[in-house]
């Protein structure tokens, strides 16, 4: 194994805890007067997803969300204002929705920087987001480098996505760690990329013969 220079992470599920987005959902609509079942929301925000999957973030790009919302208030059997509701989702989304670190994360990351490590993300979220939810957590302009779809122009689990970041680093992918909580996007990903790679499984769910952890300082053994 060549020696280790960088450790990049997913962000959603693997270094952030986020609210499920039917949640948020309905704290929004609450906001805004309108009363739903969770259930509801949940099956709306499923059929969203199947309709407007991430290969679609780059054609829409920054109208992505704005689209995804207007597609779940239709399946909400929402009529009136249904466009700017969407958008107000969209630009309110971030007041509304509690994120977290798990609970290892702080600890790692100061690990990884003693060692002299890069450290970085690579998530399939716009930057407006991953900027947000960055200083949320107080770790604005922590990180070596943060690539996002829209400024790497590709989305995981496309290899180039990995290759933009490994490039910006000036690192070869065998010098670098990805560690990821979906097994195609992430772990595949990363995979097909070179990287060596690594699944965060926090709750024993995939029972494959890949390498896995169940906590993120599993990590600093293998570095
Ligand atoms: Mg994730």
């Not at 060549?2 to 704290?27: C, H, N, Q, S, Y």
């Not at 604005?140 to 290899?159: L, N, R, W, Y």
Request: proline residues 4%; charged residues 30%.
């Amino acid at each position: 194994m060549a020696k280790i220079r960088a450790v990049l992470f997913d962000m959603g599920g693997t270094l952030v805890k986020p609210e499920p987005t039917p949640k948020v959902f309905k704290k929004i609509l609450k906001a805004h007067g309108i009363i739903l079942p969770i259930e509801k929301i949940s099956k709306a925000t499923e059929k969203a997803r199947e309709k407007l999957g991430i290969e679609k973030m780059m054609e829409l790009g920054n109208k992505f969300w704005v689209n995804f919302n207007f597609i779940v208030l239709k399946y909400l059997g929402i009529k009136d204002y249904v466009l700017p509701l969407a958008e107000a989702i969209d630009r309110e989304w971030w007041e509304y929705a509690n994120i977290s670190l798990y609970p290892e994360v702080l600890e790692v990351l100061h690990k990884l920087r003693e060692r002299k490590m890069k450290i970085g993300i690579i998530t399939n979220t716009f930057k407006y987001d991953l900027e947000k939810v960055l200083s949320k957590l107080n770790l604005k302009d922590f990180f070596d480098i943060e690539t996002c779809v829209d400024v790497a122009g590709k989305a995981k689990p496309d290899k180039e996505i990995f290759n933009y970041a490994l490039e910006k680093l000036g690192l070869q992918p065998t010098e670098a760690v990805f560690v990821g909580d979906e097994l195609e996007i992430d772990y595949e990903g990363a995979l097909k990329a070179g990287l060596n790679t690594f699944l965060i499984d926090r709750e024993n769910k995939v029972d494959r013969n890949i390498k896995r952890i169940r906590n993120l300082k599993e990590i600093l053994n293998f570095i």
